[in-house]
């Protein structure tokens, strides 16, 4: 597997890494046209594109975003195929990632994982995320939810944005410095 700079993709592989961020993650991008649309959007100078590539196949990509006049870099999107997730490719693409944003002088590197399924995957869905919040964050369990896998590359939670997804749905926000 190569992680190589989405730039040089072929108009197939390209697709292919559509297809992806539509399977992947339906909830953001419930249309392969929307999908494409995100990845012909990022895919400008500012924005760093990294895609996991084998035998010509897609297998997942991700981006980073400056943000903050670029001391901070937004991972977004992030999306490993479902048939090659737990084999490595999304913690590679997320070190790949950590690398590039250094290397443009980010500080710090962050995400927002919404978490918007019915009935939430974490501890913090369901509940009045104002009252006593940090005890509730001290406390935190990631389920089923994509902060689990974050978490596990040493990320923190810096943030919660209650309801930002609906009553009781949160966005999490995890972020790590790379300095």
């Known amino acids: 597997m190569q992680i190589v700079n989405m730039k040089t993709l072929s108009k ?4 292919q890494a559509a297809e992806i961020l539509f399977l992947s993650l339906p909830d953001g991008w419930p249309t392969l046209e929307e999908a494409r649309a995100e990845i ?8 760093t594109l990294l895609a996991a590539v084998e035998n010509e196949t897609v297998l ?3 981006g980073i975003l400056p943000s903050y006049g670029g001391n901070l870099a937004e991972l ?8 090659t997730r737990g084999k490595g490719i999304g913690t590679a693409l997320v070190h790949a990632l950590e690398d590039a944003a250094r290397q443009r002088g980010a500080f710090t590197l962050w995400m927002g994982a919404d978490d918007e399924k019915e009935g939430g995957e974490t501890s913090l869905a369901n509940v009045d995320l104002f009252d006593d919040l940090p005890a509730r964050l001290k406390d935190f369990q990631p389920g089923t939810h ?3 896998f974050y978490l596990k590359l040493g990320y923190k939670i810096i943030g919660v944005m209650p309801d930002a997804n609906g009553k009781g749905k949160p966005d999490i926000y995890l972020g790590k410095r790379l300095v």
Do not use: T, W
């Not at 197939?12 to 697709?15: I, T, V």
């Not at 012909?40 to 924005?47: A, D, F, H, S, T």
């Not at 977004?76 to 048939?83: E, Q």
């Open 12 to 15: 197939h592989q390209l697709e």
């Open 40 to 47: 012909k959007e990022r895919l400008i100078p500012e924005n």
């Open 60 to 62: 997942g990509f991700g």
């Open 76 to 83: 977004h999107p992030l999306a490993v195929r479902s048939d």
């Open 146 to 148: 994509q902060s689990a």
